[in-house]
Nanobody
Framework: QVQLVESGGGSVQPGGSLRLSCAAS????????TAWFRQAPDKEREAILC????????YYADSVKGRFTISRENAKNTVYLQMNSLKPEDTAVYYC???????????????WGKGTLVTVSS
């Protein structure tokens, strides 16, 4: 059974950091691209960044450049999203998605997790 499970969300103060995990089962992330999306309350889903099978990273949201990074740990079949210098506007449900190629269009990503909530507030 193909499954993606996000974890690591929670509440953090502005300026803080969180690391989200996206663990896959039923298929190998080594050969897939994994993207992170987020959806804030009353806003459309937004693509953030993606890492492909060659570890090439594509940033889709200018607002996270210099603050968010993506990495993978093949032995754990997991992709991480490291989020630093968090801002209240980063508050959202964060989703990971996987497919053969990176895309900022969610409709092109075949596999999705259920999301993890990140709240940035003082």
């Amino acid at each position: 059974q193909v499954q993606l499970v996000e974890s690591g969300g929670g509440s953090v103060q502005p300026g803080g950091s969180l690391r989200l995990s996206c663990a896959a089962s039923g298929f190998s992330l080594d050969y897939h691209a994994t993207a992170w999306f987020r959806q804030a309350p009353d806003k459309e889903r937004e693509a953030i960044l993606c890492i492909n099978g060659r570890d090439e990273v594509s940033y889709y949201a200018d607002s996270v450049k210099g603050r968010f990074t993506i990495s993978r740990e093949n032995a754990k079949n997991t992709v991480y999203l490291q989020m630093n210098s968090l801002k209240p506007e980063d508050t959202a449900v964060y989703y990971c998605a996987a497919d053969y190629h990176c895309s900022s269009y969610g409709a092109y990503m075949d596999y999705w997790g259920k999301g993890t909530l990140v709240t940035v507030s003082s």
